[in-house]
């Protein structure tokens, strides 16, 4: 019986096989040591994005789709149509109310001051003319020049409740008020001693006169001026263009314009109802804003080269003539008791002053008269004014004869030239053309005051309505952008 052999041993007549071998280990490095000390610390989390960040990429992501570009046009179109309209109703508001402010604060306010100029000059002139009349002075000279008074009281309190506490015109209405009182009581004693024949009158009433022409009448020119300064400014507000809105409203259209051909590029569709109504909103409001601006101007324009300037000079007229009649009086008053010198010459100082005002007002094309006939637009402006310089003229005339008779030591002659006689007769007085001259310019003044108001109230209407339909309209014309991009959204869906 034969048997298998046992082991491993290749059977006879078998090649033999190699042993196994293992399989070949790597070296491997020598491990660490273990580090001494604590674990080490897990990485950092990343730090949260802000929503900023977030915002800008979902932003991003949404631009780089046609419905997400659609959103972020109608955002922009409707952000830029109603920036628009909100700056021109601002704008045109601030404009509004500064024309307003011309007609009804400012231009009203410049004319109390000069009235209260006019009438504090016409007071002292009127004192003098009844001082020069005698111990009884008439009865209408008398009542002119309380009436000036009283309109130059009220006046004043007018200008103290619209001027400021801290103003310059403030400061002048005070100066005022505490004049005032001052000076009529000087009048009041002048006329008291000039009744009682006491040459100690002719002192009050020069006293009066100082005072009235060195410090009542710059403190009233000082009011003034500075009223005056107040309706520049106003004007300097009123006048400029908005030129931001109108940058606005052009840079809204061209938005429109653009958004509009990108969408007959993508879509060969003419019209976009929605934006055709934002443009056609978004034009009415430029238009209305160019026009209604420019119209405004031009009408606040005339009102100050045919209404304020003429107006100015017409004041400053009428107070030279003032100022010149009150000299003209107190040169019979003073008789040489003060004198000035000219070219090395001493001459009476009021009849100086009152040389000086009348080159003043009627010099030609220079003087005062010349410029308001220069300035008067028609004939019911010019016409005045040609009256009161034809009575100039016959007023220079009549003074030179009055002062020839005083020359010549004939008083009362001269006294009758200037005031006139007490029973009528003789010589044609200077205080008759005086009075003509003073009636022309105050026709000139309420014809030009007249046209002031008209041509501001145009400049002011044109503005009207302005910035509350500016307002409404951009509101409409927005919703209507982000209507007619909702409109090419929903095509999408």
């Not at 060969?268 to 409001?285: D, E, K, M, Q």
Request: positive net charge; aromatic residues 6%.
């Amino acid at each position: 019986m034969t048997y298998p052999p046992n082991g491993s041993a290749a059977p006879p007549g078998a090649p033999a096989r190699p042993a196994p071998t293992m399989p070949a280990v790597p070296p491997q490095a020598p491990a660490a040591p273990a580090a001494q000390g604590p674990p080490p610390r897990p990485p950092a989390a990343a730090p949260r994005r802000t929503a900023w960040a977030e915002g800008t990429d979902r932003l991003r992501a949404a631009a780089t789709t046609e419905p997400g570009r659609l959103r972020i046009i109608g955002a922009v179109l409707a952000l830029l149509v109603v920036a628009f309209g909100a700056v021109t109703a601002w704008q045109m508001t601030e404009r509004s109310t500064a024309a307003d402010d011309v007609l009804r604060r400012s231009q009203p306010l410049s004319a109390d001051a000069a009235a209260i100029y006019r009438s504090l000059a016409d007071a002292n002139t009127a004192a003098s003319s009844g001082f020069l009349a005698g111990g009884q002075e008439p009865a209408a000279v008398r009542q002119r020049y309380e009436r000036d008074i009283e309109r130059a009281a009220q006046k004043l309190a007018t200008a103290a409740s619209a001027a400021g506490s801290d103003s310059s015109s403030a400061a002048a209405v005070r100066r005022l008020n505490q004049l005032l009182p001052q000076y009529t009581g000087l009048i009041e004693r002048a006329r008291a001693n000039n009744r009682q024949g006491l040459p100690l009158g002719g002192a009050y009433l020069r006293y009066a006169n100082a005072t009235m022409q060195t410090q009542m009448l710059p403190a009233a020119e000082k009011l003034y001026k500075a009223e005056n300064a107040r309706l520049s400014s106003d004007y300097g507000d009123a006048k400029p263009y908005p030129w931001f809105a109108m940058a606005l409203g052009v840079l809204a259209l061209g938005a429109l314009a653009w958004a509009q051909r990108r969408n007959y590029r993508r879509t060969n569709r003419v019209f976009n109802h929605g934006l055709l109504a934002a443009t056609a909103a978004t034009t009415v409001v430029l238009l209305w804003l160019v026009v209604g601006h420019t119209v405004a101007r031009s009408g606040l324009d005339d009102s100050y080269d045919h209404g304020v300037r003429s107006l100015n000079v017409l004041n400053d007229a009428r107070i030279s003539s003032l100022k010149a009649r009150g000299d003209e009086n107190l040169t019979l008053v003073n008789r040489g008791a003060e004198t000035t010198e000219v070219k090395g010459e001493p001459q009476d100082k009021f009849d100086v002053s009152y040389r000086a005002q009348m080159k003043r007002l009627g010099d030609g094309d220079s003087g005062l008269l010349g410029q308001a006939a220069a300035l008067a637009k028609d004939t019911p402006g010019e016409g005045p004014v040609r009256t009161a310089v034809k009575n100039v003229g016959v007023w220079q005339d009549r003074h030179k004869e009055a002062r020839s008779s005083d020359d010549s030591g004939d008083y009362q002659g001269a006294l009758d030239k200037v005031i006139g006689s007490k029973d009528g007769q003789g010589a044609e007085p200077t205080g008759e053309c005086f009075d003509n001259v003073d009636a022309a310019l105050d026709r000139a003044l309420r014809h030009e005051q007249s046209e002031f108001k008209q041509a501001a109230e145009d400049g002011r209407g044109a503005m009207t309505g302005l910035s509350a339909g500016a307002a409404v309209l951009a509101v409409l014309g927005a919703a209507a952008a982000v209507l007619g991009i909702g409109r090419r959204l929903s095509e999408y869906r």
